[in-house]
Nanobody
Framework: QVQLVESGGGLVQPGGSLRLSCAAS????????MGWYRQAPGKQRELVAN???????NYDDSVKGRFTISRDNAKNTVYLQMNSLKPEDTAVYYC????????????WGQGTQVTVSS
């Protein structure tokens, strides 16, 4: 089991940047994949980006070229650098951990609000 705590959300103007952090309660070195999802009001939760323990990354088309996911195994932390933010990026962002590719078990953080507005 792993507990996840997100931080770094807030209000930012269009075109601005934010960096989200997700701190895990234990080592993430062996966790298969860490990721970020988001959920806007009235919409389903969707994958934003994920990164495997081998460093492979995957991004939703809507954020490619603007967002960057990274993981620091020494700090047990995953980051999401978000640049060129748009109003449509407004959502609650959730950190996700999937310990194994063979078992459909996921752990979630409590979420952090990102609001992009002028």
């Amino acid at each position: 089991q792993v507990q996840l705590v997100e931080s770094g959300g807030g209000l930012v103007q269009p075109g601005g940047s934010l960096r989200l952090s997700c701190a895990a309660s234990r080592t993430i070195f062996s966790i298969y994949a860490m990721g970020w999802y988001r959920q806007a009001p009235g919409k389903q939760r969707e994958l934003v980006a994920n990164i495997t323990n081998r460093g492979s990354t995957n991004y939703d088309d809507s954020v490619k070229g603007r967002f960057t996911i990274s993981r620091d195994n020494a700090k047990n932390t995953v980051y999401l650098q978000m640049n060129s933010l748009k109003p449509e990026d407004t959502a609650v962002y959730y950190c996700n951990a999937r310990p194994s590719p063979y078992v459909p078990t996921h752990y979630w953080g409590q979420g952090t609000q990102v609001t992009v507005s002028s």
